[in-house]
């Protein structure tokens, strides 16, 4: 299979819109059974079965299943580097659902977070793809060594969205499940790279990276049902928009050697829109007017056996 990458923007840009869908309609969903969760706490696995269970959810749970398929068929086409941050449009989709269900404006503070955030991953992508190597050097040692460390940090993720900082918990949680879908991506790709190269490509590697893609893809999904617990849906979408590219440009230049054309000064650049990008997420986290940050006990309690204690 060629490379396409027109098409496989145009898949990603449809997939974008289905994932920013599916989060405010399961965001709503987990929320109303959460009775807005006042003290952030995390959801308890009990909640959790009784909110999978309302249509909102489980439509939500089709429209992600479309924008994974649309994103996996475009990997297909395009460079991993090019292919991911795209993605990020989910952002700006996010936030104008959520203006058009709350019929409100967006405030300025917001509009400049997104703006910020889209500007720079978009140039992120434009620099990426400009410089990256068409195809990919697999070795499947890095493979193994780069998803055990994107575990490892999910694990610290998810400390801090259950322990941490009152304020941060939501973009913790959304940025540790973030972690898991860039390496999903990443994955998918090492399968794709492998079987190309493989007269047999049925192996223990091949099963094993299975493995972590079903792994992965249940930490994920459970890692965004708490953010959407803790915190409103654009943080999630906006967390999981730009962590998940810049863990698959990551992995993409690292591991599977996509980056042999990146110069210098491109790599320069690249982390420069990529702070920046992170930079608008963490704005919108400290701007949301929905999200206020004060302590727990000025919120109030929650109603008994919602959240887990």
Not at 31 to 44: E, I, V, Y
Not at 107 to 123: C, E, F, I, M, N
Not at 173 to 189: I, P, R
Request: proline content about 5%; glycine content about 10%; hydrophobic content about 55%.
């Amino acid at each position: 299979m060629t490379q396409n990458i027109p098409l496989a923007v145009g898949l990603v840009l449809i997939s974008s819109f289905c994932f920013a869908l599916s989060a405010h309609l399961q965001h709503h969903a987990v929320d109303a059974q959460l009775s807005g969760n006042a003290q952030k706490q995390q959801m308890s696995f009990r909640t959790f079965l009784t909110a999978v269970r309302k249509p909102r959810w489980l439509l939500g749970l089709v429209l992600l299943g479309v924008s994974a398929v649309l994103q996996v068929t475009a990997l297909f086409f395009g460079p991993l580097s090019v292919v991911q941050p795209l993605g990020l449009l989910a952002f700006p989709w996010s936030v104008l659902l959520a203006a058009r269900a709350t019929r409100t404006w967006v405030p300025p503070r917001t509009q400049l977070a997104v703006v910020v955030t889209v500007a720079s991953t978009l140039a992120f992508t434009l620099v990426t793809g400009i410089h990256a190597a068409a195809e990919s050097d697999l070795v499947m040692r890095k493979v193994i060594i780069g998803a055990l460390i994107v575990y490892v940090v999910a694990a610290l993720f998810a400390t801090l969205g259950a322990k941490g900082p009152f304020a941060w918990r939501c973009l913790f949680w959304s940025s540790g499940g973030a972690l898991f879908y860039g390496l999903e991506a990443s994955m998918v790709k090492s399968i794709w790279e492998y079987v190309k190269t493989q007269s047999w490509p049925y192996s223990a590697a091949i099963f094993g990276i299975l493995v972590a893609l079903v792994v992965g893809a249940i930490a994920a999904g459970w890692y965004m049902q708490q953010g959407y617990a803790t915190g409103p849906s654009e943080i999630v979408v906006g967390s999981m928009t730009v962590t998940s590219p810049v863990v698959a440009v990551a992995f993409g230049i690292l591991v599977l050697g996509e980056g042999v054309g990146i110069t210098p000064a491109a790599a320069a650049l690249m982390i420069l829109l990529g702070a920046t990008a992170i930079a608008g997420v963490i704005g919108l986290t400290r701007f949301h007017p929905t999200y206020e940050h004060r302590a727990p006990e000025e919120l109030g309690s929650t109603a008994s056996g919602q959240v887990s204690p």
